[in-house]
């Protein structure tokens, strides 16, 4: 009814106020509950337009609604506010145009253009965790929210597999790993060890090395033994200490900041992991074979993760090609001048005069950075695909500053379509205990995480019963669709601007805004109506609707909107929360009226209508957000 009356209004304002009107003017809002109406407008943004008082503004929209509006009643006027009443008829006619239609609230496939949407995109030198899982689960439900608006969507990840991070597990293996009594370093066949796990083991093992080593640097330089070292980091020990002399902790903190990096900077292991960057991007043929081999490892320990998940990819993209194709455009962008050259060999781009500040695009040894594969990544992905319309990264909110730089460089270097390139940034995800470390090894593992909640899953259904007639097999199901339902709903139910707290008990509880809690409705509904042998009819329009009823048609006439404000948003938490709203005005129904004992044939095939819709619209709302919706709980 809303975007009935917001079209009608639209297309009557030349001759209703003597000019057009833009879609944006036309407010509408809940109802309160202790007043008559629907839905209720707002009659202030029509006061200066009809240059009036809001009551009469308010009085002329009234008598031309009523006029004008098929299915309305009559309006009241109250304090620049319009209510609306709707006829009676009204709600079992909408109740019919819903139930005909098995996609409401889903617009026709592919009749939108191309979306891609990148998500996960790991390094290539550590496990998954909670934070790729809200990584992964953010992503997937956006590009299936997209789907539901009727975009073509391309689901992505690029792979990063290149860079100083992928050799500083590389060498932590050729350095720390132990030979067993046939001389083997260990691997994943040998260890039993899955693969990305063993490869994320000898990263942690490099940064505690690489500790060790700046902590015995620093106390060397403390000493005032400054042998072998560089005048700059001379100047900011001695620095450090006028300011420590000064009782400046401002200054403190900065200098001991510097001296830290520059420690770690003047490491052994790190000026070995350089030179091992170096080589690899220069092809050497031991060192590639030894990043194939542990890159392989990793992507078979992935891919199990991401079935675990649910989730899937339709390309995939990998740094190590893309960032050939980035240099060449860091090439062709310093001959433009979009970027220039520094004496010791680097190049840069100076964005001061857009609010930025320089950034670096290659390094003076002439290895790449991650902005110029990201360049290259994009370009190639525009490439692949000629009718792509615009691109979604789902990337944490620490890379605002990397994306806006990125955008804006694609920009400069003439790519039109990096206007429709849109970050997706997300908060960060805290456990009780503090922020998760990958270094220190302080993550919580996402496979680790899906098994829980799966067990935790398993033992609440089956103190619960309700499993009689299910196999095995069928019960292990069962199982996975609860606890990652929780799992996800619970990470997808928060804005995802927002940085949250995990709590993984709380995902699976059957009771409040939880994954389970939904699934539940979703189940109970379908057994009603396998006892009721229900099949859809057309409803008799004469029929007295409980407001209960009314209510729950009048949220599942939202749906649309709902999910078109979803993609707008790229945000899963409208889908989440109008879910639950909807099963929490189910339950209030289904507590106050009689459904399969209904004497009233009319009545009960009605109630069972509207139990299949909104059974029908949990669905495609869970489907959205990546979640399974059990038949039977």
């Known amino acids: 009814m809303e975007q009935l009356i917001r079209k009608a209004l639209i297309e009557a304002a030349p001759e209703l106020f003597g000019t057009s009107i833009s879609e944006s003017l036309i407010q509408f809002q809940l109802t309160r509950k202790d007043v008559e109406g629907d839905l209720t407008l707002v009659v202030f943004p029509f006061v200066k337009i009809l240059r009036c ?42 109740l019919n145009q819903m139930q005909e239609n098995p996609q409401f609230g ?44 009727g975009h073509k969507v391309v689901r992505t990840q690029v792979i990063n597999d290149r860079g100083i991070h992928i050799c500083k597990s590389m060498l932590a293996w050729e350095k720390f790993s132990p ?67 000064g009782k400046d902790e401002k200054a403190c903190a900065a200098l001991d900041d510097k001296i830290k990096e520059l420690a770690k900077n003047q490491t052994e292991i790190l000026k070995e992991a350089k030179e091992m960057l170096v080589k ?62 520094k004496p010791d060999g680097s190049v840069w781009i100076d964005l001061s005069a857009d609010g930025l500040d320089e950034k670096l695009v290659l390094r003076s040894d002439g290895t790449a950075v991650y902005m110029t594969q ?25 890379q605002d500053y990397h994306f806006k730089v990125l955008f804006l460089i694609l920009k400069k270097l003439g790519y039109t379509w990096a206007d429709n390139c849109f970050h997706l940034s997300y908060g ?29 899953a398993k033992e609440m259904t089956q103190e619960r019963g309700h ?36 709590d993984p008990a709380e995902s699976i509880d059957l009771t409040g805004n939880t994954g389970p809690f939904i699934q539940y409705a979703h189940a109970r509904i379908a057994t009603l109506l396998q006892k009721a042998d229900y099949k859809a009819t057309a409803l008799s329009t004469d029929l007295e609707l409980k407001p209960e009823e009314q209510e729950i048609i009048k949220h599942l006439a939202q749906f649309p909107t709902i999910v078109e404000e979803a993609a707008k ?48 619209t949990i669905a495609h709302g869970l489907n959205m957000l990546g979640i399974e919706a059990p038949q039977r709980m």
């Open 53 to 94: 008082s809001p009551q009469e503004a308010g009085e002329k929209l009234k008598t031309w609604i009523e006029q004008n509006i098929a299915g309305v009643s009559h309006c009241i006027v109250i304090n620049g506010f319009l209510n609306i009443v709707l006829q009676k008829s009204y709600w079992v006619n909408a």
């Open 280 to 341: 690899w991007e220069a092809r050497d043929p031991q060192v590639y074979l030894l990043w194939t081999t542990m890159n392989g490892w990793v992507y078979a320990g992935f891919d199990q993760t991401y079935a675990k998940m649910g989730v899937s990819f339709d390309k995939l993209y990998y740094e190590s090609d893309t960032f050939l194709l980035g240099k060449d455009q860091v090439m062709q962008g310093l001959a433009a001048g979009v970027f220039y050259q």
């Open 106 to 149: 889903l617009q026709a496939p592919n009749s939108k253009p191309t979306v891609m949407v990148e998500y996960s995109s790991p390094n290539t030198n550590k496990p998954l965790h909670l934070g790729h899982l809200r990584n992964n689960f953010l992503g997937f439900s956006v590009a299936e929210i997209l789907k539901a608006n």
């Open 179 to 245: 030979l067993n009594e046939k001389g083997e370093r260990e691997t994943p066949a040998n260890t039993g060890m899955k693969g990305d796990k063993l490869v994320g083991k000898y990263y942690v093992a490099f940064d505690k090395a690489l500790q060790s080593e700046a902590k015995e640097l620093m106390a060397k330089w403390a000493e005032k033994d400054f042998s072998d070292t560089p005048t700059t980091i001379q100047e900011a020990v001695l620095n450090f200490e006028a300011a420590k002399a």
């Open 569 to 616: 948003q790229y945000s899963p938490a409208v889908v989440a929360n109008y879910i639950y709203e909807l099963v929490k005005l189910y339950n209030t129904f289904y507590q106050s009226v009689k459904i399969i004992i209904e004497p009233d044939a009319q009545l009960k095939q009605m109630r069972l209508g509207l139990s299949a819709l909104v059974q029908q």
């Open 467 to 502: 499993l009689e007639g299910l196999n095995d097999e069928e019960r292990n199901q069962l199982y996975s669709q609860i606890g990652l339902g929780g799992l996800k709903y619970y990470l997808l139910k928060v804005d995802p601007k927002k940085r949250m707290l995990f």
């Open 428 to 456: 960060m995800v805290d456990l009780p205990s503090g922020k998760m470390k990958s270094r220190e090894g302080t993550v919580v593992d996402a496979d680790d995480l899906i098994d829980e909640v799966t067990l935790t």
């Open 374 to 398: 990201d360049i290259g990544t994009a370009i190639d992905r525009f490439a692949d695909y000629p009718d792509l319309h615009g691109m979604v990264y789902t990337v944490g909110n620490e």
